[in-house]
């Protein structure tokens, strides 16, 4: 029942993609389906990566360690999604793939340090407060330029792109509005952007608003419960 389920689940959140991706002049190959682990246990994750979805996120520190530890040797690659604290990142370093939360300068300068000190080269998104929410993490939309010049500089952090997380404004007009805001800063920010860092990924869009973020030209999208939708 479950493995079926998630099975399913899974085809119509990839059917979902395609649709809205074709909507925006796209294809499904340029989106990354990125399933969010945090409500399940590695049951749930086994029978997700075994259905063919094996980029996974985790937003607590702590049960991303547990969950890589409990599904290593699997092809699944780890993405960071949620805040990172800076005493937590040395042991974080060593198992993602993609850390897609970097909030502030002081993070990406720790960031940097593990992975020098590790001898590992990681990427990174820039997280954008667009909504400009007090409550939400990230870089102010005007903080991200004058920050990229010092990114540039760190020897084995690999800025990708920028993320974000839409407004607490309920609709999908708002959050239409927060992904556009996103990618018009990366558009403008890639005509005049340093020589060691690349803009191309958008990360934006969840469970309730990835069609959107899709539409909007998110490049990843991190989808849980959707994924898992009748076995939580």
């Known amino acids: 029942m479950m493995t079926s389920r998630i099975a399913e689940n899974l085809a119509d959140v990839r059917r979902r993609i395609a649709d809205a991706a074709a909507r925006s002049g796209r294809t499904a190959a340029e989106v990354t ?8 246990s590695a049951d749930e994750i086994r029978v997700l990566a075994d259905a063919g979805c094996t980029e996974l996120g985790e937003s607590r520190p ?13 092809p699944i690659r780890w993405h960071m999604i949620g805040h990172l604290q800076r005493n937590k ?3 974080t370093v060593p198992v993602v793939e993609m850390i897609q939360s970097a ?3 002081r993070l990406v300068r720790a960031i940097d340090t593990a992975a020098v000190e590790l001898a590992r080269r990681v990427a990174i998104l820039i ?40 407004g607490l404004d309920p609709g999908a007009d708002a959050a239409r509005r927060d992904f556009a805001a996103l990618r018009q800063l990366r558009d403008r920010l890639q005509r005049n952007c340093p020589e060691d860092i690349a803009l191309s990924e ?15 030209g998110a490049t990843i999208v991190r989808v849980g419960s959707a994924l898992f939708r009748g076995i939580m």
């Open 33 to 40: 389906l990125v399933g969010v682990t945090k409500y399940v």
């Open 62 to 74: 702590q049960q991303l360690w547990d969950k890589a530890a409990a599904l290593a040797g699997r």
């Open 89 to 91: 990142v040395r042991r």
């Open 103 to 105: 909030d502030s300068p």
């Open 127 to 166: 997280e954008v407060n667009v909504s400009g929410e007090e409550a939400k993490h990230g870089f102010a939309p005007e903080r991200v330029e004058p920050f990229l010049e010092e990114a540039a500089g760190c020897e084995n952090v690999a800025v990708r792109g920028l993320m974000c997380m839409a």
């Open 202 to 216: 958008l990360s934006m869009g969840m469970s309730g608003d990835y069609e959107v973020a899709v539409e909007e």
